[in-house]
């Protein structure tokens, strides 16, 4: 077998291999962005109706942040030390903080079972582009999943 035909079959029994494993929960599926994964996963803990929840589109975007737009999106960033220092490297260059958002249009069951289209604004400041994405930062509709337990609660 030529140089090239090896080449095609390794490709081809790694994305297969890929795809296996994102369809069984194992890893994320690897050609979608991890926001994508993380936003779903945070929305479905809010519906009725987890299970019957289905994607309809998905619109994301990235901007750069500013120190001041930073200290917006984290206002809790300038009560601390550790949040100033932050704010510093932002406005020094040290650090690039990016706000990702994703607009996701979904299908689900409300509490009665009829089937509802819904929409939610999903969104994650990062300390940079590379940044790991924690599931308990990201916000959906403007709230965490601790904001929107607590609302739940005292509703």
């Not at 494993?21 to 994508?36: K, Q, R, S, T």
């Not at 945070?42 to 200290?71: H, T």
């Not at 260059?93 to 509490?111: C, F, S, T």
């Not at 509802?116 to 994650?124: E, T």
Request: with cysteine; proline share 4%.
């Amino acid at each position: 077998m030529s140089a090239a035909k090896k080449f095609i079959v390794v490709v081809a029994a790694g994305l297969s291999a890929g795809a296996a494993l994102a369809y069984f929960g194992v890893i994320d599926n690897p050609l979608e962005p991890a926001l994508y994964a993380k936003c779903e996963d945070v929305l479905k803990r809010r519906l009725k109706s987890p299970s019957s929840y289905k994607r309809v589109k998905m619109w994301p975007s990235e901007k750069s942040l500013s120190a001041e737009q930073y200290a917006v999106e984290k206002p809790d960033m300038a009560d601390s030390s550790y949040g100033l220092k932050k704010l510093a490297d932002i406005e020094s260059g040290a650090l690039k903080p990016v706000l990702r958002q994703v607009l996701i249009e979904y299908d689900a069951q409300n509490g009665f079972g009829a089937a509802i289209r819904g929409a939610a604004k999903c969104s994650y400041v990062a300390d940079s582009s590379n940044d790991r994405i924690l599931g308990i930062m990201v916000r959906i509709n403007g709230k965490t999943h601790t904001d929107w337990l607590v609302e739940s609660i005292r509703n």
